[in-house]
Nanobody
Framework: QVQLVESGGGLVQAGGSLRLSCAAS????????MGWFRQAPGKEREFVAA????????YYPDSVKGRFTIARDNAKNTVYLQMNSLKPEDTAVYYC??????????????????????WGQGTQVTVSS
């Protein structure tokens, strides 16, 4: 009922930049939060960034803090991930996800896959040396 579509992935050189977009369509509802995760071959899915829809709170792991920035456009139901100073280790499939309002959250909820109820198909980001 909710479709998330990522775009903006591609091949860039180390030190370059990319901006990923994630647009929500289908049945619209008030989203509590949207997040980005990534997964490299043979690796577990890794939290990248999250932003709340009802506030200005953003969350990043140390691996991307200072290089990646998450932003939202509420009118378009779209979230962006600006990625600067890219490194080869950033190479992965990037997924966006969202969570509807409701329920009880605890701990570091923003970084937990279980927090999110809808996921996009992913977009490939490849960073060359």
């Amino acid at each position: 009922q909710v479709q998330l579509v990522e775009s903006g992935g591609g091949l860039v050189q180390a030190g370059g930049s990319l901006r990923l977009s994630c647009a929500a369509s289908g049945r619209t509802f008030s989203s509590f939060a949207m997040g980005w995760f990534r997964q490299a071959p043979g690796k577990e899915r890794e939290f990248v960034a999250a932003i709340t829809w009802t506030g200005d709170n953003t969350y990043y792991p140390d691996s991307v803090k200072g290089r990646f920035t998450i932003a939202r456009d509420n009118a378009k139901n779209t979230v962006y991930l600006q990625m600067n100073s890219l490194k080869p280790e950033d190479t992965a499939v990037y997924y966006c996800a969202t969570r509807s309002p409701g329920g009880v959250l605890f701990g570091d909820w923003w970084s937990q896959e279980e927090t999110y109820t809808y996921w996009g198909q992913g977009t490939q980001v490849t960073v060359s040396s």
